[in-house]
């Protein structure tokens, strides 16, 4: 299948948002220059990672607590409105119409009993799973299950009943439902079990998020190891830099770092071995 490489977008990027004194960078302009610069059939698979802020902005639109929309989310206020309107146009992926609907009818709200917020994540999981891109459905499949084990963990040590606080239904889920052991029996099948045990442990709440958070870069590393400028790289890069945008706004010291690393990241995936060449087009 014909692939899109972007070399001169990617090779780019350094130029464009760093320098070696100080660190200038804005979420938002980088989404933007995405935009611009991906294919269109491509940057649908982008908006699959930021549909994460729009979704925290549908919870903020439907308390009107408008003043705290994220500029990352796609969705304005008044495309909201339209939306869950007579006039709707059908702009919005459809489990946000399912969200709303269940929000919005009293009846089916006493049946929810979970927070909004774990609803509307399985909404979104069930939807982006959908992929058939094999980098994001293991990134996302990665992550469900990093979320999963955890809400098993913080369940069995509150003494509180997990099943319907799991999103959607796999292997990590019945084995969190029906297995006692510590580890919930998937030390082989899903050995990142034992680091998340180990993470949960530690007492410092940042702590805890950072070693997450290298985790989850870990397994950007492990999915885009054979990788060179094609959209996998793009999404990559993109989730590596919203990981460190939101630890710069938590952590600013924290979050130079992190772009420092992606910046080293980025230059040794220029060193390709001498028989690779580039087939395709480049952007």
């Not at 977008?9 to 980088?30: K, N, W």
Request: contains cysteine; negative net charge.
């Amino acid at each position: 299948m014909f692939r899109t490489y972007y070399h001169y977008f990617i090779a780019g990027l350094p130029e464009i948002f760093f320098d070696d004194s100080e660190i200038s960078f804005r979420m938002p302009e980088f989404k933007k220059e995405l935009e611009e610069n991906i294919k269109p059939k491509d940057y649908k698979l982008l908006e699959l990672i930021f549909l994460a802020y729009d979704n925290e902005n549908l919870l903020h639109f439907l308390k009107e607590e408008f003043k705290q929309f994220n500029p990352l989310g796609k969705y304005t206020i008044a495309d909201f409105e339209i939306e869950f309107s007579d006039d709707r146009k059908n702009i919005l992926p459809n489990y946000m119409y399912q969200f709303y609907s269940i929000y919005k009818d009293e009846e089916q709200n006493q049946k929810i009993n979970r927070s909004w917020e774990n609803l509307l994540t399985e909404l979104y999981f069930d939807y982006v799973l959908q992929t058939k891109n094999s980098f994001l459905k293991q990134w996302f499949e990665f992550n469900q299950n990093i979320k999963n084990i955890l809400t098993g963990i913080n369940c069995r040590k509150f003494n509180l009943n997990p099943e319907r606080q799991l999103i959607g239904k796999s292997f990590i889920t019945d084995s969190i439902l029906k297995n006692t052991s510590k580890d919930f029996g998937l030390d082989v099948e899903f050995p990142v079990v034992i680091e998340l045990l180990n993470i949960t442990e530690k007492d410092n709440l940042l702590t805890r998020e950072r070693d997450l958070d290298i985790l989850r870069w870990k397994k950007i590393d492990e999915l885009t190891l054979f990788e060179y400028f094609t959209i996998d790289v793009v999404l990559a890069f993109t989730i590596k830099l919203d990981i460190a945008y939101r630890w710069l706004l938590l952590d600013e010291e924290t979050g130079r770092k992190i772009f420092k690393q992606i910046i080293i990241d980025l230059k040794k995936s220029f060193e390709f071995p001498k028989e690779f060449t580039l087939n395709g087009k480049n952007r």
